[in-house]
Nanobody, 124 residues
Framework: QVQLVESGGGLVQPGGSLRLSCSAS????????IGWFRQVPGKEREGVSC????????YYLNSVKGRFTIFRDNAKNTVYLQMNSLKPEDTAVYYC?????????????????WGQGTQVTVSS
């Protein structure tokens, strides 16, 4: 059974950091593109970051460039999203998703597998 599980969310003050993890079971992540998306109630889901298979390419939403870093640890079958200098507008539920084709896409509908989401709240 294919499953993605996010962890690492929580409450952090503005300027703080969090590291989100996306761990997979039932398949190998390194052959897939892994995307991180976020959603706030009442707003559309947006793509935050993505890493393609073999780490050939990475993508970042303009508003997180220079603050977020996506990377993977194939030995742990896990992809991480390091989030620094967090802002209140980063508050959302963050989801990881896997696309077997291996190429990143901003369109969430191109991803076959999704995690359950983890809440990130940036507030003083």
């Amino acid at each position: 059974q294919v499953q993605l599980v996010e962890s690492g969310g929580g409450l952090v003050q503005p300027g703080g950091s969090l590291r989100l993890s996306c761990s997979a079971s039932g398949f190998t992540l390194d052959y897939s593109a892994i995307g991180w998306f976020r959603q706030v109630p009442g707003k559309e889901r947006e793509g935050v970051s993505c890493i393609s298979s073999s780490d050939a390419n990475t993508y970042y939403l303009n508003s997180v460039k220079g603050r977020f870093t996506i990377f993977r640890d194939n030995a742990k079958n896990t992809v991480y999203l390091q989030m620094n200098s967090l802002k209140p507008e980063d508050t959302a539920v963050y989801y990881c998703a896997a696309r077997r084709l291996g190429y990143c896409s901003e369109n969430g509908f191109r991803y076959e597998y999704w995690g359950q989401g983890t809440q990130v709240t940036v507030s003083s």
